[in-house]
């Protein structure tokens, strides 16, 4: 059989041999392959996409997207009882007329060829964003709430030139996976029982970057040690890196407050419709310290003066210690950025203030409570953390036999996305400011018939 030649695309230049091969031989690599090292075998594919043939033509193609688009089901606020990471809130109408203007949606990026109020809206972003979380400086988001945890955590690797990195409590596993995957190699990872004496034995060696833990951790827990957690690592010479639900810091002390010294988390809940998973920006807030800012690798917004005495603008600081201005020399990478969510979340802060973000503070917390309450009521079904405190997310377990997999899938029969699967026997559960006593009372009863 004749080996097939090299198909060169009429649009892309590097697939031409020639071109590619100069390519690799620039960059020192042999083939394209070596990229992909990194990529465990199990994940890669080794075959062709199974891909239907192509469509005819534009009329084809929208009314096959129309017939997947109408398998889709709406599921109202009050039957849908998911959280863990990503949650439904209400969202003012404000808040997408706003991000909806021209010149803060068409452009790439969130990046105007013409500033039209973009970067004023960044810096108020980051003004309310500041006073909520209790600190100076906040950044233009990341990504999302993993990528900002992972951030923040080579922030302080830089910082304290050290290796180990030490994390405390129920972490979301997929969080815990995206923190693996962009320290690997650079940084050593020690998952810690969220016990103060625990955390303490981690320290000893005396060589820990930062103590990471959460505010609220995966399963909604409040932990009360986390000061003792903060002061435990400075006393070992390590930062404190906390994860933190800004949408719980009308009710619950700022991390800055007990001494942490970078907070991070996602801005989803302020103001961000939840779209398929989606909907995330991350967040990384920290004291306007030197040794601190120096390591932010994202844009930071300022007041800067103009050649107009008296007269004040809005733009970069710092500018050269980013990736856009040093290139491959920068501390670290950094793309595209969720600006336009900052913007959507600062909308949202000044449209609270703290009497509102207090009140639905209070509100989630009163439902979370009352809907634990009401829920281990249910034959079968107890909770899996009676004594904490939790905020929004909570974890049943069940004692009647029946599986979670078992219930989620018999809930959802009864029209309620809920018990998401935390363990054979456990599920995780939600509320927020939309549920009312009569949903959470609906979703008991539902629980009542099924594990019993």
């Not at 031989?25 to 392959?33: T, W």
């Not at 889709?72 to 990471?85: E, Y």
């Not at 500033?115 to 233009?140: C, I, K, P, T």
């Not at 990471?212 to 009360?224: K, Q, Y």
Request: charged share 20%.
């Amino acid at each position: 059989m004749t080996a097939r030649a090299p198909r060169t695309h009429p649009y892309i230049p590097n697939s031409a041999p020639d071109v590619k091969k100069a390519m690799l031989a620039a960059i020192g690599a042999h083939s394209v392959e070596e990229f992909y090292a990194d990529i465990p075998a199990e994940l890669r594919l080794d075959r062709p996409l199974r891909l239907p043939e192509p469509l005819g033509s534009e009329a084809q193609l929208v009314a096959h997207m129309e017939e997947l688009l109408a398998r889709n089901t709406a599921v109202p606020p009050g039957r849908s009882f998911l959280g863990a990471g990503c949650y439904r809130h209400h969202v003012p109408a404000v808040v997408d007329e706003v991000v909806n203007r021209s010149e803060f949606l068409t452009a790439y990026a969130g990046e105007p060829y013409e500033d039209h109020g973009r970067f004023q809206a960044l810096w108020e972003y980051q003004s309310l964003m500041a006073e909520l979380l209790a600190v100076d400086v906040v950044n233009v988001p990341t990504y999302d709430g993993f990528q900002a945890a992972a951030t923040a955590l080579r922030m302080a690797g830089r910082a304290t030139g050290r290796r180990r990195l030490l994390l405390v409590g129920d972490l979301d596993p997929d969080k815990l996976s995206r923190i693996r995957d962009y320290v690997r190699g650079v940084h050593d990872l020690v998952l810690v029982p969220a016990e103060p004496g625990a955390v303490r034995a981690a320290l000893a060696a005396g060589d820990a970057a930062a103590v990471f833990a959460e505010l609220t951790d995966h399963c909604g827990r409040v932990d009360p040690e986390l000061p003792q957690y903060v002061e435990l690592a400075h006393q070992a010479g390590a930062l404190a890196v906390i994860g933190a639900n800004p949408l719980s810091l009308g009710v619950l002390a700022p991390p800055a407050s007990f001494g942490a010294d970078l907070t991070c988390g996602d801005l989803q809940p302020l103001g961000i419709h939840p779209s398929f998973g989606g909907g995330n920006a991350g967040f990384i807030a920290s004291a306007d310290d030197e040794r601190l800012v120096s390591e932010y690798p994202s844009r930071l917004f300022g007041l800067t003066p103009t050649d107009v005495p008296g007269e004040y603008g809005f733009g970069d600081v710092a500018y050269e210690r980013t990736s856009f201005a040093l290139r491959e020399e920068g501390k670290e990478w950094v793309g595209t950025a969720a600006a336009l969510h900052s913007i959507a979340a600062g909308v949202y802060l000044s449209l609270m203030g703290p009497h509102g973000m207090r009140e639905i503070g209070e509100t989630i917390l009163a439902n979370t409570a009352y809907a634990r309450r009401r829920l281990a009521q249910a034959p079968g079904v107890e909770l899996a953390d009676p004594e904490a405190v939790h905020f929004a997310d909570f974890t049943l377990r069940y004692t009647g036999g029946r599986t979670a997999a078992e219930v989620a899938a018999a809930l959802l029969a009864r029209g309620l996305h809920a018990g998401t699967p935390a363990g054979e026997h456990e599920g995780r559960y939600c509320v927020t400011e939309l549920h009312t006593q009569a949903d959470i009372d609906r979703l008991a009863t539902a629980l009542e018939e099924i594990v019993k």
